[in-house]
């Protein structure tokens, strides 16, 4: 059996010790570390459970404010603001409305008749198409050119054409009708202003 000196005995055992040492403070560090991790852990699902909530309850908001624009609530707000809210369907059918009247405006109208008739002192028939009480044409677009507004006893008035014969705005007005205009009717002015069509006749 091999002989071991005390002094080489002495440096194992102080090796042996050293090596526990660095066990135990690695066995801390590790343990210490998956301690924090649990906490975090914990910390992350609190987190995602509070965030899952809040996302809900934006989403309940959402849901509840936007899928039901028709609530008072909403309405009341709107107003509010000078606002007011129309149908999908009523703006969708404005829309074809409109580009049906485009179709129109280009087949029948003449952009230089207003200039020529109001500078005459004649009869213009134009063929009146809505009255409001709020104004529904704010930018009248170039494509518009024959669309002229009035405003008149509180109300504004929107009314298609200038013809200086009547059986021109009654063939604009059968038109208007078949697209959707049920209220269309002809109305006559002179120097710009409008004028009862009896006295015309």
Known sequence: MPHIEEKDLVAMHDQIEHSEKTLNEFKDVFYGE?????VLKKQRSIFMGISFLFLLFLLFVIFTNF???TSPNNESHLQDK???LYESVYVDSLENKLGEFNKIN???L???MLQDKVAD???VYAVQVGAFEERMVSTPSESLINLKEFQENGFYKYAIG?????NEAQRLRKELLKIGFSDAF???YKNGKRIKIEEVL
């Open 162 to 166: 200038q013809f200086d014969n009547l």
């Open 186 to 188: 002809i109305a006559s």
């Open 34 to 38: 998956r301690k924090k991790t649990e």
């Open 121 to 123: 002192d004649v009869v």
């Open 110 to 112: 003449d952009p230089n």
């Open 67 to 69: 899928t039901n624009p």
């Open 106 to 108: 280009q087949d029948f």
């Open 82 to 84: 000078g606002l007011k």
